[in-house]
């Protein structure tokens, strides 16, 4: 069943108070380009991703090298998302690059603002569906400062949105606080909270895999292959983490892995707003579309946030 969005803004008029600034930093890029390889999720393909240090205030580019020899650059904003599923998708000048919310989390997280990721297909590789092999690509390229200061987005009042029973709200906060709820059949409620510092992605977040129920997910693939359409031709359990009534197949990597996975790409999604964002997010039953819409309700109330 589909539901309409409703995006809830507090009395412009109200005057809340600003929370407290976080520790300024400078930006920063990779010291070393770095490359890795795998098999995408939705087409099943093999897809190359070569990522370079870019500089300062060059934010974090992809960009596709196409046959008849064009080269497309596709800045990962908000502005130029679109909506696919069960993945985040950009597309500028017809060029679609999609399931990036892995590897935006993990720039994010590890406080990487520059970088340009070259890409020989229109899909990110999917790895194990974690964003441990991200992270562990990033910290082996390392961190250089950049002389710029970093700008932050710091949320001034509250905007949320709500489709049915998902919800998602951001408010004000120091740093970034995220705090995630859902319910499965079969497990019951499960959640997660707390800070997302560069040390609590790797060790908390980072390790959740995609999941989703293992019918579902094979049904999925069946449909895509006899359609023809790039639709979980990758996802299988070495991909993914499949769930079968009250288990996932293999066990979990981290207690409430699902819950967590979410929020790992929450983090992802709202990396898309360009800036590091300084605020707390409750989000329940959140997916991508959701958190989409609340970056783009957030972004255009421009009296919501500032830069600092």
Known sequence: MHHALSITRPNPDAAPSAPKLQGRRLQATLTLPFERSGRSLHSGRYATVRVC???????????????????????????????????????????????????????????????????????????????????????????????????????????????????????????????????????GSVDWSGAITPETFEHDIAPSRSFGRYVRAMAGRTFGYVTGRDFLQGVSTRSAALLVRDRVLGGMRVPGEPVRHRMLDLVGDLALTGHPVEGRVTACHTGHELNHALVAALMRDQAAWELV
């Open 53 to 187: 240090p870019a500089p300062a205030d060059h934010g974090i580019v992809f960009r596709r090298r196409l046959a008849d020899g064009r080269v497309i650059d596709v800045p990962a904003l908000w502005r130029y998302r679109e909506s696919q599923p069960l993945s985040s998708a950009l597309r500028h000048e017809g060029i679609l690059v999609r399931t990036i919310e892995h590897l935006m989390a993990s720039l994010s997280a590890l406080q990487i603002d520059n970088a340009l990721a070259e890409i020989d297909a229109d899909e990110l590789p999917i790895f194990d569906g974690s964003a441990i092999p991200w992270c562990e690509a990033i910290r082996a390229a390392g961190r250089s400062e950049q002389p710029q200061s970093c700008r932050f987005m710091r949320v001034l009042r509250a905007v949320s949105v709500t489709s049915g029973r998902r919800h998602i709200r951001i408010e004000p906060g120091t740093g970034l606080h995220v705090t995630g709820h859902i319910e499965l059949a079969h497990f």
